[in-house]
Nanobody, 124 residues
Framework: QVQLVESGGGLVQAGGSLRLSCEAS????????MGWFRQAPGKERAFVGF????????MYTNSVKGRFTISRRNAKNTVYLQMDSLKPEDTAVYYC?????????????????WGQGTQVTVSS
């Protein structure tokens, strides 16, 4: 069993930055693909991006490319989501998720473990 805990959310003005962190329990973090998803009010959970287990490959949804960066420090069992040039439409609850099968896929169904989410609000 893997437990994921996100932190770093908050309120920021448009154009600002936030860095989210997601710390995982367990000793096999370095074998998981780690994903970030978000859910805005009234909308379904949506893919933001993922990073491969060794950090060598990342993939992002088009709307965040060039603004968001995912990284990981396996020695600290932590994955990060650096969000720059934030827009009001980025407002959502952000979730990290772990895929122990290393599928490197953007669909939520590939991820077995989820954090509780952290709220990000971007004001205009």
């Amino acid at each position: 069993q893997v437990q994921l805990v996100e932190s770093g959310g908050g309120l920021v003005q448009a154009g600002g930055s936030l860095r989210l962190s997601c710390e995982a329990s367990g000793r096999t973090f370095n074998s998981y693909t780690m994903g970030w998803f978000r859910q805005a009010p009234g909308k379904e959970r949506a893919f933001v991006g993922f990073i491969s287990s060794n950090g060598g490959y990342t993939m992002y949804t088009n709307s965040v490319k060039g603004r968001f960066t995912i990284s990981r420090r396996n020695a600290k069992n932590t994955v990060y989501l650096q969000m720059d040039s934030l827009k009001p439409e980025d407002t959502a609850v952000y979730y990290c998720a772990a895929d122990p099968n290393r599928s490197n896929q953007p669909l939520p169904t590939y991820y077995d473990y989820w954090g509780q989410g952290t709220q990000v609000t971007v004001s205009s």
